[in-house]
């Protein structure tokens, strides 16, 4: 304490020395020996008020936004310096507020890297450090850590897909990661269900139930509300009806901790956990994440700089695509930067941090998400320099979790696993000149922009095979759909008596979704064709689709494809119209279309297994969501004292088997899992939880 304090004395008087804003001495100036007291003085006073008075300021602004608390740090921090030097007898101190600004932003950053410096040193100093720097006073009690019992970290690595992740580690991009490898760490490849993005793969690996959960997003005719998984009452909602279908609160109800989620799996320990950020008031406890790092001023600074450089390097970075004229490209404008920056530096510490506080608590099990390459790889792609380097800054995250492990209580296994991975490919509106809406609301005759009658039907580079004859049927089935539609007979259609509601067409990644509000029901086939009698045929023989599911009251339901395919699900196997998704497609299309929310048309886009390319439905050009190439295959890396995942020669397929395995080595760790009853899991009819709706209002969405 004394050392630095010594040297944010003196790198006070140096400061004082090169601003000419930034005084210690008095008008009539002063001895040195005055001015270092002076200075001894502010930096005390300074040292003190971040310690006593910062964290009441952070805590009083957990309401704020955490991106305006992230772009805030740096005025409170300036306005903390002003106060110090307004306590100094005589008013030898003073700044202008944009000088007290810089100041106080070198001072953090000076004692911070000082204590860090010093402690190393001293494994005893540097574990007091981590403590203070995670929040914790003390560690557990021995006896409660269940002595030399290991706890277990799951770090998820959102959307670094199994053939992403090999790749790192041979380009040297990852080395903590490459020398697990080295060490006998096993990498265990796992097969995604159809809808390949977090919400659902999150949901069944923490709460053993993904079920009905068919995309990104989805329309309930029950309800008549839009599901979409990352919005909090969506969360709280779906989180509730797997807890209801499983029977238990989820893979984390005893002693853990979940960070960065979108599900809470049963945890009591919470920081940036969408489920409970539904809630409102004393138990909404997610936001206290951030009042745990925010609370010592050097990381608040350190996080606010970061946070800078990186919306410089987005707005760097899309410019030289631009310049360069790369392809595919989407637009990276507007408050994206901000968002990058947020998923990539402010969501990164708060949760890295709360991982380690975990660890230095003894807790059992820690589950803990890391967004930031799955952010970048949807804006520049999933391969190339910008989500490299985003690899190498988990990588060193992961290192820092390792190194803190070393200093916990307790032994811990840490296990890094994936959610999904990422499929490349152009936009399906840039390389056909219209959006799945557009084509939707063609079939179904309704308006569409003039844009979309002059489209032509060119040759985008991903197009998989089917050449002219498809781009001629999906011309066709256009230019038909724009006028009245006639039927297989020649006759114009018949027109239903009422004029139907539009359809609400909805994307998750390559994976699209039509349904009829008007209609209660699940609309089958035979009812589409009466009413839009080319729509599925536009559908299906459109280029950039690679199949179509519908319900249908002769076959049960069926997938449809080009050229005229038509295949049961019953009848469905790898092979067909779904071989070029390979292994496991048709069990996922048919477990999805036993959903009871699925939609009345489900479209998968066309995938090109030459390029691994896809079109995403939405404006991605890394997407995941449908099938399709690497999106649908995730990764589990697992030290070698774990058992292995599944036996040799099988495989490991869908959330819901992860879920288990993960079960299974926490049993390993620390003995049975013994799930909450109903009771406990069940909110109370007082709370306001209970009264949660099932979403918040619908908003429209840009492919409503």
């Known amino acids: 304490m004394v050392a630095v304090w010594a040297v944010s004395t003196l790198t006070m008087l140096v ?23 002076t200075a001894a003085t502010a930096a005390g006073a300074f040292g003190l008020l971040g310690a006593l008075v910062w964290p009441v300021i952070v805590r009083a602004l957990l309401l704020v936004p955490a991106l305006v608390l992230g772009l805030l740090v740096f005025f409170l921090n300036g306005s903390l310096l002003l106060v110090a030097l307004w306590l100094i007898p005589d008013g030898r101190g003073a700044a202008d507020p944009e000088t007290a600004v810089v100041v106080a932003a070198v001072m953090s950053a000076v004692a911070s890297g000082t204590s860090t410096a010093l402690a190393v040193r001293d494994d005893d100093a540097y574990r007091r450090r981590l403590y203070r720097l995670t929040g914790r006073t003390r560690p557990r009690d021995p006896g409660d850590s269940a002595g030399a019992v290991p706890g277990t970290v799951f770090l998820q690595l959102d959307g670094v897909g199994h053939h992403v992740l090999r790749g790192a580690v041979a380009d ?73 279908r499983t029977g238990d609160a989820g893979l984390l109800t005893v002693d853990g901790a979940s960070r960065g989620n979108l599900f809470s799996g049963g945890a009591d320990q919470l920081a940036l956990v969408l489920s409970v950020a539904a809630r409102r008031g ?15 001023p050097a990381n608040a600074v350190r996080t606010a700089g970061s946070f800078v450089t990186e919306c410089v390097r987005e707005m760097y970075q899309s410019t030289r695509a631009l310049l360069r004229r790369e392809s595919p490209r989407v637009s990276r404008g507007g408050t994206y930067p901000f968002v990058r920056a947020f998923a990539t530096v402010v969501e990164r510490d708060v949760v890295v941090s709360a991982v380690m506080g975990d660890m230095l608590a003894g807790r059992t099990a820690v589950y803990a998400d890391l967004v930031a390459y799955d952010e970048v790889a949807h804006h520049s792609g999933p391969h190339g320099r910008d989500t490299d380097q985003v690899l190498g800054r988990l990588d060193r995250a992961i290192a820092l979790i390792a190194t803190v492990a070393e200093h916990a209580p307790r032994p811990y296994r840490i296990v890094l696993l994936s959610d999904h991975g990422q499929s490349p490919g152009e936009t399906f509106e840039s390389a056909y000149g219209l959006t799945l809406k557009d084509l939707v609301r063609a079939g179904c005759g309704l308006p569409v922009p003039r844009r979309v009658r002059r489209t032509r039907w060119g040759h985008p580079q991903t197009e998989s095979g089917g050449g002219s004859e498809a781009r001629d049927a999906a011309r066709d089935a256009l230019r038909s759909a724009l006028h009245r539609p006639v039927d297989e007979s020649g006759e114009t259609a018949r027109e239903l008596p009422a004029r139907p509601s539009e359809p609400v067409v909805l994307a998750s990644g390559n994976l699209g979704l039509i349904s009829f509000p008007d209609v209660p029901h699940r609309m089958t086939r035979e009812e589409i064709d009466r009413r839009h009698p080319a729509l599925l045929r536009s559908l299906a023989h459109h ?15 069926v997938v449809l494809a080009r050229d005229g ?140």
């Open 15 to 37: 400061l004082a020395g090169l601003l000419p804003d930034f005084q210690l001495q008095s008008a009539d100036g002063d001895s040195f020996t005055r001015t270092a007291l």
């Open 172 to 244: 040297g991009l990852m080395p903590t990661v490459a020398g697990w490898l080295d060490a006998g760490h096993r990498l265990t490849p796992w097969r995604t269900d159809w809808s390949s993005q977090t919400g659902a793969s999150q949901l069944g690996i923490l709460h053993g139930s993904n079920e009905d959960v068919p995309a990104f997003r989805w329309y309930e005719k029950d309800t008549g509300r839009i599901m979409v998984s990352n919005r909090p009452a969506s969360a709280v909602e779906l989180q509730r009806r797997a807890v209801r």
């Open 282 to 296: 004393r138990r909404n406890r997610s936001r206290a994440g951030y009042f745990a790092y925010f609370s010592d």
């Open 543 to 557: 280029p950039g689709v690679g199949f179509v599911l519908v319900a249908s009251a002769e076959h049960g339901s």
């Open 565 to 704: 395919v038509e295949v049961p699900v019953a009848e469905l196997t790898d092979d067909g119209p779904l071989a070029v998704f390979g292994r496991g497609a048709a069990r996922a299309v048919r477990r999805t279309d036993g959903f009871p929310h699925v939609a009345d048309i489900m479209v998968n886009s066309m995938y090109d297994p030459a390029t691994g390319g896809v079109h995403a439905f939405e404006e991605q050009i890394g997407s995941h969501g449908g099938l399709g190439g690497e999106q649908s295959h995730a990764f589990l890396l697992s030290p070698p004292d774990l058992s292995p995942p599944v036996r040799e020669g099988e495989e490991l397929v869908g959330a819901e088997q992860v879920h288990r395995v993960l079960r299974r080595w926490l049993r390993e760790c620390s003995g049975p899992q013994v799930p909450l009853g109903p009771l406990q899991i069940s909110p109370s009819k007082g709370t306001s939880e209970s009264l949660l709706p099932v979403d918040d209002p619908v908003a429209q969405d840009k492919n409503h």
